[in-house]
């Protein structure tokens, strides 16, 4: 008889992805040959190499993970990160080790491959959108996909590591920036854009990229850059992921420039900071639909597309950026930008700038999001009345629409 202790642990894994696509019956099947097992404090769990061919779901506890390049990250049970499995990997994960006492469950990957059902088999109504079904072959095809390395992750530009590297470099300063960003004409005139907008514009225009990066600072240019190469990263043949990647594209723009506006005018987090992170939320979306032109089926099924992408974009974006080492507060603050009924810190950080932003923000809503809260989300609550216009949004960003427009149009370029 099973016991009372393992029914709550098996509960709980039922809720994770992608388990929660399976069937009673495949999900029974799958959790007769799984281990659920305790590890205390500075006790491994895996390691690439000996543990590739496990799955770990994390239920209780924190651990520490080590990538490829030796720097170390911290998972919690309960995070929107530990919803996945966190399997070996030789790039993102290839040790992790317990930091307080943790429980877990782990079974072989292949079991996970084997429940998959061929096309008729296995399929979950959705009522909402008539006969869209969900196609759970296809589904779980782009779940091993990124477990073995088939999706790659991508990597930045060597003018753009180059410019990180040179603003970190206590001994640099601007003109070692600008010099770096004169090697690429389209980003020096992007620079000056950026310079002379209503952002930073001064009484007198500037037409050179010292006087920009002066104007602008040397970590902010770092940070307007790295949009700018973001931007022209993703690359695909195929109009249909083009259209997906503008539409991803459009609501990061939009977010990052509220973010930009909100972090000046309600908090002292770093506006630059906040329009990189806004803009980069979801780089976990344009990595999946730059090469989803390998699963061709997706686009056969608009349930299963936005499922395979509000599924994974929240793995992939982390992924994503720790490899391009980006500060972990914005790694966290992208997990729980739609985490709605997270309590609010005080005073606002960088996820409730992004909590705001989406939430001011509800044309340009994306399929694949979660559904926007009421008015009595805690990021909400935590701002008086009179921030608020007569019909419900935020004053400041009505108060700062010129800006707004400006940076829009710079992002959009």
């Not at 930091?99 to 429940?115: I, K, M, N």
């Not at 997906?244 to 770093?270: D, E, G, P, Q």
Request: charged share 25%.
């Amino acid at each position: 008889m099973i016991s009372e202790r393992r029914l709550s642990d098996l509960t709980r894994l039922r809720g994770l992805l992608p388990l929660r696509h399976l069937s009673d019956a495949e999900f029974d099947n799958l959790t007769r040959h799984a281990d659920i097992e305790t590890r205390d404090p500075d006790r491994e769990l895996f390691r690439c190499g000996p543990d590739d061919d496990w799955l770990f779901y994390l239920l209780e506890g924190d651990l520490r993970v080590v990538d490829a390049q030796s720097e170390s990250f911290q998972i919690s049970a309960g995070t929107l990160e530990a919803l996945h499995p966190l399997s070996p990997h030789p790039k993102a994960r290839v040790q992790a080790t317990a930091v307080s006492p943790v429980r877990f469950v782990r079974f072989p990957a292949s079991l996970l491959q084997s429940q998959r059902k061929p096309k008729g088999g296995i399929q979950v109504k959705e009522a909402a959108v008539g006969e869209d079904e969900l196609d759970n072959e296809l589904l779980f095809a782009v779940y091993q996909a990124l477990r073995d390395e088939t999706l790659v992750l991508p990597t930045l530009p060597d003018v753009a590591l180059r410019i990180r590297t040179a603003a970190s470099d206590p001994s640099k300063g601007a003109e070692d920036v600008a010099n770096i960003i004169l090697t690429d004409p389209a980003l020096a005139s992007y620079c000056i854009r950026v310079a002379n907008s209503a952002g930073y514009g001064g009484s007198t225009p500037i037409s050179d990229v010292r006087s920009a990066v002066m104007r602008m600072g040397v970590n902010p240019t770092r940070d307007f850059i790295m949009a700018h190469v973001v931007r022209n990263l993703f690359k695909t043949k195929d109009p249909r992921c083009t259209t997906l990647m503008r539409a991803a594209w459009s609501h990061s723009a939009n977010i990052a420039s509220l973010c930009f506006v909100l972090a000046r005018r309600l908090t002292k987090v770093n506006a630059e900071q906040a329009l990189l992170t806004g803009l980069l939320h979801d780089i976990g979306v344009m990595a999946l639909v730059s090469q989803l032109d390998a699963f061709p089926g997706l686009f056969r099924s608009e349930v299963t597309l936005n499922t395979v992408l509000h599924d994974l974009r929240y793995e992939v974006s982390a992924m994503v950026l720790r490899a391009w080492r980006l500060p972990e507060e914005m790694v966290r603050a992208s997990c729980a930008a739609e985490q709605w009924f997270r309590p609010a810190e005080s005073p606002y950080g960088m996820t409730e700038i992004l909590q705001l932003a989406h939430w001011h923000d509800p044309e340009h809503h994306v399929p694949w999001a979660e559904p926007l809260p009421d008015d009595d989300a805690p990021v909400l609550r935590a701002l008086p009345l009179d921030a608020f216009t007569a019909s419900g949004r935020l004053l400041v960003v009505r108060e700062a629409g010129n800006e707004l427009e400006k940076l829009r149009a710079i992002l959009h370029a």
